[in-house]
């Protein structure tokens, strides 16, 4: 059954839809939302031996569901030679309006070789009720752009250099603690070019992930940067 809709679903497949089996063809099929048990139900008169097709709808959420609830949705499917019917698996929609947001600044839009560079990145908690956990921020610094050891800062307090990503020498995480409703952090760290860098638009990415207080996971991003890199830096003696 669906569950928690906003109106009756739109967009049933109905009519004649391609057999995607070996036999080819078309099959022809009726959909009809039922209102009082709140499912949609598809009439099939023949349904060909090895025939592979595809059903769906369109549905919204009604906006009184609670957030970081869950909606759960399964399929049943009934013939002459099964009347009592098989169940498929259950598909599982979390609902959660917008919980984060991030944005990124450089210190610099042009820098020479050798010459720092700062990253600003600030993550906000925009859920109205949600408080989230677990913050992660992910930086993926572009090739040419290396992270100069113990400069990160969280709300301008030193905290210990980023363990790495998937992308193990260019992806940097940054863990950011918790975010309550309202909550703002402000990571900074300084990268430095590299001569390989030399001559490109450099653009510095990144995303934060968090966890929700039911364990659903949200993310923001990716919120960028650009920077472009000439000439060699010759610090002052």
């Known amino acids: 059954p669906v569950a928690l809709l906003l109106g009756p679903p739109s967009a049933i497949t109905s009519g004649l ?5 070996p036999t080819g063809g078309s099959i022809a099929v009726t959909g009809v939302y039922v209102l009082p048990s709140r499912t949609v139900n598809w009439v099939m008169p023949l349904i060909p031996a090895g025939a592979r ?8 959420i009604s906006p009184l569901t609670p957030e970081d609830s869950v909606v759960r949705n399964t399929c049943r499917h009934m013939s002459a030679q099964d009347p009592a019917g098989t169940s498929s698996n ?3 929609v979390t609902v959660i309006s917008p919980a984060l947001s991030i944005r990124k600044e450089a210190s610099r839009n042009i820098a020479n070789v050798g010459e720092p560079i700062g990253f600003t990145i600030e ?20 090739k040419g752009l290396r992270y ?11 905290v210990p250099d980023p363990s ?4 193990k020498n260019r992806e940097l995480l940054f863990p950011a603690g918790d975010l309550l409703v309202g909550d703002v952090h402000h ?6 070019p590299d001569p390989s860098a030399e001559g490109d638009e450099t653009v510095n990415k990144a995303w934060v992930d968090a966890v929700t207080p039911a364990g659903s996971s949200v993310s923001a991003g990716p919120a960028q940067a650009s920077v472009r890199v000439s ?3 010759a610090p002052a003696e």
């Open 53 to 60: 097709f595809e059903l769906s709808f369109t549905t919204q």
């Open 90 to 92: 259950e598909v599982l």
């Open 187 to 192: 990571l900074a760290f300084v990268a430095i």
């Open 231 to 233: 000439g060699s830096f």
């Open 148 to 158: 100069l050891e113990g400069s990160a800062r969280l709300d301008g307090k030193a």
């Open 17 to 21: 839809i391609p057999n995607r089996g």
């Open 123 to 142: 993550v906000a908690n925009i859920s109205p009720v949600l408080d989230l956990h677990s913050v992660t921020v992910r930086d993926l610094l572009p």
């Open 164 to 167: 790495p990503g998937a992308r």
